[in-house]
């Protein structure tokens, strides 16, 4: 059975730092070619924020968080993490991981097949 569950949220000052882990079961990360983070925020669309390639040579990032997280994956253990620095209100949000196959668009929620069921970070200013 293909599962994630994600873990490490919570609340934040601004400024401060957080580190998501995710873990897979089964063989996902023989199976599918790419580990997603998306978030959601309450009224906002649901958006990627950094994906890895699950053979862990190519990484991508959002304009948003560019230069302030890092994605990472460790296949021996099943994970995937997001280092979350310089944490703004703006980063508050559900934030979910997910394992898929995309052809086309990385960034694409639709190309993405299993999720996790969320945790929640809060940043207050």
């Known amino acids: 059975q293909v599962q994630l569950m994600e873990s490490g949220g919570g609340t934040v000052q601004a400024g401060g730092s957080l580190r998501l882990s995710c873990e897979a079961s089964?063989?996902?990360?023989?199976?599918?070619?790419?580990m997603m983070w998306f978030r959601h925020a309450p009224g906002k669309e649901r958006r990627g924020v950094a994906v890895i390639s699950t053979s862990g040579d190519r990484s991508y990032y959002s304009d948003s968080v560019k230069g302030r997280f890092t994605i990472s994956q460790d296949n021996e253990k099943n994970m995937l993490y997001l280092q979350m620095d310089s944490l703004t209100p703006a980063d508050t949000a559900m934030y979910f991981c997910?394992?898929?196959?995309?052809?086309?668009?990385?960034?694409?929620?639709?190309?993405?097949?299993?999720w996790g069921q969320g945790t929640q970070v809060t940043v207050s200013s």
């Open positions: 089964g063989y996902i990360f023989a199976h599918y070619s790419c």
């Open positions: 997910a394992a898929g196959t995309p052809g086309g668009n990385w960034f694409d929620p639709d190309e993405y097949v299993h």
